[in-house]
């Protein structure tokens, strides 16, 4: 999966070697402002998001700034102050076939989609028409990231706990996990058992682990 946030300004070529990459099998988030302009800003003709909406299936041609505007009909959960938008939304019609994950809850944009998902050969182009706050965000791209088969242990942490991980020489699997704040953090180990390598000590599944404020723990698998 491709995440494409506010690619203002791009080539013809650009576009289309996303366009080949979604037909192709691939999946990409776009966000509002995605294909407005050529890479000389030059703002394109053609109904926005211009080239991309062949593969995004939608389109528009008016934006405003929200004022006390929210999203409806979507499936994430979340409290009615967390689907507010902020700063900027377009007014998207979706193309036939397209399908609207959410739309705008206000009385007159109301009939406009707020962000569209369409199959395009053998992928998928997820467009968001709009500024999400982060909670927003954040439940839009799990979403996708689940559609896209990628969701994993890693992405049950959440900032500001990072994980990374790679194989050393021995072919033993190596996990990174990094405290990005200054708060002490607590996440559950939820991996194969191994060794913290910078402690030396042993490490469990099930695990309770804290880091300390910009810390890191390095475990390698047994």
């Known amino acids: 999966m491709v995440v494409v946030p506010i690619l203002y300004a791009a080539s013809d070529e650009t576009l289309e070697i996303l366009n080949k990459y979604i037909k192709n099998g691939g999946h990409i988030v776009y966000t509002f402002k995605s294909g407005f302009s050529n890479e000389n800003v030059k703002v394109r003709h053609s109904k926005q998001p211009g080239i991309i909406r062949k593969a995004t299936g939608n389109y528009y041609s008016q934006f405003v700034t929200p004022e006390n505007v929210s999203i409806k009909g979507d499936d994430y959960g979340l409290k009615a102050k967390d689907e507010q938008i902020k700063y900027f939304m377009e007014l998207i019609t979706p193309d036939e076939g397209t399908q609207i994950l959410a739309s705008y809850d206000h009385p007159v944009w109301g009939e406009y989609a707020a962000i569209t998902e369409n199959k ?12 999400p706050g982060d909670k927003l965000a954040s439940a839009i791209l799990k979403d996708q990231v689940k559609k896209a088969g990628l969701w994993g ?31 002490k953090q607590k996440f559950t180990y939820d991996y194969d058992k191994g060794t913290e390598l910078i402690e030396g000590v042993k490490v469990n599944p099930g695990e309770t682990l804290s880091l300390e404020s910009w810390g890191v723990k390095i475990i390698e698998e047994k």
Do not use: C, H, W
Request: hydrophobic share 35%; net charge positive; aromatic share 18%.
């Open 120 to 131: 395009y050969g053998d992928g998928l182009a997820t467009y968001i028409g709009f500024m």
């Open 153 to 183: 242990k890693d992405q049950e942490l959440a900032y500001p706990l990072i994980v990374k991980s790679g194989v050393n020489k021995k072919g033993k699997t190596l996990r990174y996990f990094f405290n990005y704040s200054q708060e």
